[in-house]
């Protein structure tokens, strides 16, 4: 079992910037992959970015040059540094683990484990 502790959420104006953390319990091969997820208002929750133990990272486009993914392995740590953020930028954010599948690949599919999730609001 995975137990994701999230923190870094709160209120910013347009363009400027946040930094979410997520502490896992535990390094295992369910911790391979860690992830950023949202659910914006009214729409499905999507992947945000992902990050895989060797480093490799993926992003979505609306988020890809804005958005950074980075992670701490020796603290079981997972880092999102959002920049030039906006008002579609607003919704609840959850950190996520699971294993990597293919090898060396994050499947959105493959998370497992999800944090509590932090509000991120963007006002104009």
């Known amino acids: 079992q995975v137990r994701l502790a999230e923190s870094g959420g709160g209120s910013v104006q347009t363009g400027g910037s946040l930094r979410l953390s997520c502490a896992a319990s535990?390094?295992?091969?369910?911790?391979?992959?860690m992830g950023w997820f949202r659910r914006l208002p009214g729409r499905e929750r999507e992947v945000v970015a992902t990050?895989?133990?060797?480093?490799?990272?993926t992003y979505v486009d609306s988020v890809r040059g804005r958005f950074t993914i980075s992670r701490d392995n020796a603290k079981n740590t997972v880092y999102l540094q959002m920049n030039s953020l906006n008002t579609e930028d607003t919704g609840m954010y959850y950190c996520?683990?699971?294993?990597?599948?293919?090898?060396?690949?994050?499947?959105?599919?493959?998370?497992?484990?999800w944090g509590q999730g932090t509000q991120v609001t963007v006002s104009s």
């Open positions: 996520a683990a699971g294993d990597s599948y293919p090898p060396g690949y994050c499947n959105p599919l493959g998370f497992r484990y």
């Open positions: 535990t390094y295992s091969a369910n911790t391979v992959c």
């Open positions: 990050i895989h133990s060797y480093g490799r990272t």
